[in-house]
């Protein structure tokens, strides 16, 4: 089976704080994506990639930075975190073709204080 | 611009009874279309997709769904729901380069 892992479910952190949030996949997958819910907002894609070094902004990018140095792992970072961005962030992969079944990992909840 | 709208918040349903929830999209071509669970707490799991053939798609759980295109909608169905199925479902339809998730439908079950 697929398995994508972020390596926190739950943080608390400091308003102003840097804030990684790490994510690995084992399936060799192109994509890798970072998704925010929220309640009654649904999945919003932050970022996505598509290879090593390569992104690509999604539908909320600001505030949030992402790098792939390597294939199976995809970090999200919060530059300075603020309170409106206490959420649950959903790490994601996926083969390249957008037909292809999107995994996710568990979840880490972010709260900022 | 594609969209997926999923008309109902939220839905109450009891044990035994038949479950439907409603998806329409809005997209040029022909899409890829998915319906997603997420159980409390969880990261999403595929319950079935249609790409092209047979309109209606069978999936895990016992959950299956039928693709209209001169409706532009994507129900998933399930005959008979059982307490386990308590969770938000989200339809998605696969764009040129990316997913593109609906707002999502939270099932309630009363036992």
């Known amino acids: 089976d697929v398995k994508v892992t972020q390596s926190s479910r739950y943080l608390v952190k400091r308003t102003g704080e840097k804030v990684f949030l790490e994510c690995v996949q084992d399936?060799?997958?192109?994509?890798m994506f970072w998704y925010r819910q929220d309640p009654g907002l649904g999945l919003r894609l932050i970022y996505f990639?598509?290879?090593?070094?390569?992104?690509e902004k999604g539908d909320i990018p600001e505030g949030y930075s992402v790098s792939r140095e390597k294939k199976e792992r995809f970090s999200l970072i919060l530059e300075s975190a603020s309170t409106n961005q206490t959420s649950m962030y959903l790490c994601?992969?996926?083969?390249?073709?957008?037909?292809?079944?999107?995994?996710f990992g568990e979840g880490s909840w972010l709260t900022v204080v | 611009a594609q969209s997926v709208t999923q008309p109902d918040i939220h839905i109450t349903v009891s044990e035994g009874a038949s479950l439907e929830l409603r998806c329409n999209y809005s997209?040029?071509?022909?899409?890829?279309l998915f319906w997603y669970v997420q159980s409390p707490g969880q990261g999403l799991q595929l319950l079935l997709k249609?790409?092209?053939?047979?309109?209606l798609v069978q999936g895990i759980k016992g959950f299956e769904a039928e693709f209209k295109r001169s409706q532009s909608s994507f129900n998933l169905r399930k005959p008979s729901v059982h307490w386990s199925d308590a969770a938000e479902y989200f339809c998605?339809?696969?764009?040129?380069?990316?997913?593109?998730f609906g707002p999502g439908t939270s099932l309630s079950v009363i036992p």
């Open positions: 994601a992969s996926s083969l390249r073709f957008s037909g292809n079944t999107i995994y």
């Open positions: 399936m060799d997958h192109e994509n």
């Open positions: 990639s598509y290879d090593v070094k390569m992104k």
């Open positions: 997209y040029g071509a022909t899409p890829y």
């Open positions: 249609y790409f092209s053939g047979d309109t």
């Open positions: 998605a339809v696969g764009a040129v380069d990316k997913v593109i």
